[in-house]
């Protein structure tokens, strides 16, 4: 699995958020979201950075760690 889905994985699951909520807030498919946390596809920098904005929507201090968590070197 990649890393960005790792993280995605791990912060949707601490702060309770789901992947269908996720993916209304981003406007696109439960499946896009699956895939990323399965680590079937992995999302792109600008596909990040829209994660990171619906996240903030719902979760800013969710967004917050999601970023620090995909920049951190140390996690990879």
Same mark, same amino acid.
């Given at each position: 699995? %990649?890393?960005?889905?790792?993280?995605?994985?791990?912060?949707?699951a601490e702060y309770g958020i789901s992947q269908s909520d996720l993916?209304?807030?981003?406007?696109?498919?439960?499946? %896009?979201?699956h895939n990323w946390v399965s680590g079937r596809t992995d999302p792109g920098s600008d596909t990040m950075l829209e994660i990171r904005d619906a996240l903030e929507k719902i979760n800013p201090v969710a967004a917050e760690e999601f970023m620090r968590s995909w920049l951190d070197k140390s996690d990879s």
């Open positions: 699995m %990649s890393k960005s889905g790792e993280v995605l994985k791990r912060v949707l993916a209304r807030a981003m406007g696109t498919r439960r499946s %896009s979201i």
